[in-house]
């Protein structure tokens, strides 16, 4: 049994780890951390998580990117295995991060599901062939209208195995209205959707001279990423200090 302070737990993907955890003979949600306080699920919410009484063997957070700081002291303090849901993290956040992971187990992903996960491998193992064969790289990324971050951390995390696996040639293009030239043959451009009520889709397009290839990923509820999120929690159990990311949980 492995025993989770969640963090964000009255967001609504906290909701949906919660209604997930109560169905996970291997999991057990011990308290909650919200803003908002109310109890929705059976477990004590604190305000903050140096006020949380329960002893726990991991902390789940799926909250806000200007939280992320005090969470890491806490953690850090309480010596608490992190896996770490939230998105938009800065570039000091996440140097922040990479520090903390030399004192406790920090799990890191840009998206939690098993899926997304296999298409970073796939469009890395793509890039191989198409890329080195002169085919331009885009990447449209579809969320929900409540999502504050864009481009999505899925959209850059897949342009980064992109990029991985062609030697870092690549640079990021997000906003073409300015410009008035032809695209760089070394650039990956990264479009943003944002409506309705979208879970998440990303799409990876290869565009060759008469032919395009897309690798593509859809998400039809959250409850994907809650998964792969206990699934974190079960694996960061007594790990040692470091970086850990979901391929090393679904390898």
């Keep these: 049994m492995v025993k989770i302070i969640l963090h964000g737990c009255n967001g609504a993907m906290g909701q949906v780890i919660a209604g997930l955890a109560l169905q996970d003979s291997q999991v057990e949600i011990v308290a909650g951390v919200d803003l908002n306080t109310e109890q929705k699920n059976g477990f004590p919410v604190y305000s903050s998580l140096d006020e949380v009484k329960e002893q726990a063997d991991v902390v789940v957070d799926f909250a806000s990117a200007k939280a992320v700081d005090g969470l890491l ?105 300015c410009r008035r030239e032809k695209r760089d043959p070394l650039e990956i451009g990264i479009s943003s959707v944002r409506g309705g009520s979208i879970v998440g889709d990303h799409d990876v397009i290869f565009a060759g001279k008469d032919e395009v290839v897309t690798i593509s990923h859809t998400a039809y509820s959250k409850a994907i990423f809650g998964k792969g999120a206990l699934a974190a929690a079960l694996y960061l159990k007594g790990k040692e200090p470091g970086m850990y990311t979901m391929a090393d949980v679904i390898q």
Aim: with cysteine; proline share 3%.
């Design 73 to 177: 002291d806490d953690c850090i303090r309480r010596k608490l295995p992190l896996v770490l849901c939230t998105t938009g993290l800065s570039q000091e956040q996440l140097e922040a991060v990479k520090a903390a992971s030399a004192q406790i187990p920090v799990l890191r992903s840009a998206n939690m599901s098993l899926g997304v996960n296999l298409l970073f491998k796939l469009v890395a193992e793509a890039a191989k062939t198409l890329a080195a064969s002169g085919f331009d790289i885009e990447i449209v990324e579809k969320h929900h209208n409540q999502k504050m971050d864009a481009p999505s951390g899925t959209a850059l995390a897949l342009a980064d195995a992109v990029n991985e696996a062609m030697d870092n040639q690549y640079h990021y293009v997000y906003d073409r209205s």
